[in-house]
Structures are given as structure tokens and as C-alpha cells.
T-cell receptor, first 120, second 109 residues
């Protein structure tokens, strides 16, 4: 159980285009989803936290107008990188946390496989 | 401020035992997690400790001492596939995860 998928796994795009990444919890309902970015050989960096049906909370230094997050249902969150530039090239990883009351899931974040974005 | 400390890198031999330590200072505590991350992949969940003591899961065990702000991950019978980064993360009073920088574990034959 506790499977999280991400799509696409790889994206190559031209500078100035927008890219949408989907994160789905496949076998549980995710009240909260998290979006991380990780540059090579660096730590995970939390970008934003989103709760179903409400606006995402962005970490300091992350532009909310550039990284649009939508968490429309308990199983789906999307991250849209708008007007992507080469410096946005990174490994984007989502994680999901389940409903409270499910002991195994309520606190643990389960990660998707990640999406590699390369902006040319 | 909130802080998670773990060694940057460790080296161990195949078949041996290795202990990866993690110390933390956070505003509140709602549990400590260990994740494994292979190069180029997303983290995978290994363990969750919220009470003091040792939790054993096969070759991997995790220990927690809340009074000391300390945890360790113990890996036994090391295999080459255990070469990865091991991330320690603490959930604070706001249920936010505070991440350590990770410990890169290198296994030698």
C-alpha cells in the first residue's frame, strides 16, 4: 500500500514553455501533498505544502506565481512550472500524507518516483 | 532554530554492520523518520519512531531517545545495494518535516 505516482518521469522543454507535473496517491487518500526539488548531490528542498481544496503554502524564496500548485482532489496534486528557464532544471519530487486515523499513513510521507525536468 | 545533524558520508564493508547517527533540535516532536534514497531516485520510507527504543525491521533497525534528541539507523549484513543516502527527518509540533542533509553510505566489497 501507500503508492504515489508521478507523471511524467522525464520532461525536456524549451525555455519559456510551461510544464505540468502530476502527483497521484494510488491506494490512499492524501489530505496533504508536498512538492520538493532536489539539485544534484544536494538535499531535498521543500517547495510547498498543499492541502486538498485549499491554497498551497509556499516556502520562503519559492515564487508562487512561477510554481502553480493545484490540489483539487484527495488523490491528485499538480505542479505547473510556468515560463520555465534553464535554472529550473531539477528533479521534482512529490510526496503524500494520508488521512489522520490510519495509523500507518497519518504521519508518514510517501514519495513519488520523481520527475526530471530539463529546460533547454 | 531547527536543526538536524547527521554525518555527510560513511564507508562500510559488505557483510558488516553500520550505524548512522542523527541528532536533532526542533520545536516540538511528533516522530522521526528514516528514508533511503538511491542516486537519481526518490526517497523511500524505511522507519518511523515516535517512542523511545529500538524498532527492528529485518536487516534495518532504528533507535530513538527523545530526551537526548538522538536517533540511529542500524544496518546489518550490509549488501552492495545498500549503497545510498540515508535521510533523517523529524516532524515538528506543526507536523512539518525537518530534513537532515543525508548520509551517503558507501559499501565496499
Amino acid at each position: 500500500g501507500a503508492v504515489v505516482s508521478q507523471h511524467p518521469s522525464w520532461v525536456i522543454c524549451k525555455s519559456g514553455t510551461s510544464v505540468k507535473i502530476e502527483c497521484r496517491s494510488l491506494d490512499f487518500q492524501a489530505t496533504t501533498m508536498f512538492w520538493y526539488r532536489q539539485f544534484p548531490k544536494q538535499s531535498l528542498m521543500l517547495m510547498a505544502t498543499s492541502n486538498e481544496g485549499s491554497k498551497a503554502t509556499y516556502e520562503q524564496g519559492v515564487e508562487k506565481d512561477k510554481f502553480l500548485i493545484n490540489h483539487a482532489s484527495l488523490t491528485l496534486s499538480t505542479l505547473t512550472v510556468t515560463s520555465a528557464h534553464p535554472e529550473d532544471s531539477s528533479f521534482y519530487i512529490c510526496s503524500a500524507r494520508g488521512l489522520a486515523g490510519a495509523m500507518d499513513l497519518s504521519e508518514t510521507q510517501y514519495f513519488g518516483p520523481g520527475t526530471r525536468l530539463l529546460v533547454l | 532554530g531547527q536543526n538536524i545533524d547527521q554525518p555527510t558520508e560513511m564507508t562500510a564493508t559488505e557483510g558488516a554492520i553500520v550505524q548512522i547517527n542523527c541528532t536533532y533540535q526542533t520545536s516540538g516532536f511528533n516522530g522521526l523518520f528514516w528514508y533511503q534514497q538511491h542516486a537519481g531516485e526518490a526517497p523511500t520510507f524505511l522507519s518511523y519512531n515516535v517512542l523511545d527504543g529500538l524498532e527492528e525491521k529485518g536487516r534495518f533497525s532504528s533507535f530513538l531517545s527523545r530526551s537526548k534528541g538522538y536517533s540511529y539507523l542500524l544496518l546489518k549484513e550490509l549488501q552492495m545495494k545498500d549503497s545510498a543516502s540515508y535521510l533523517c527527518a523529524v516532524m515538528d509540533s506543526n507536523y512539518q518535516l525537518i530534513w537532515g542533509a543525508g548520509t551517503k553510505l558507501i559499501i565496499k566489497p
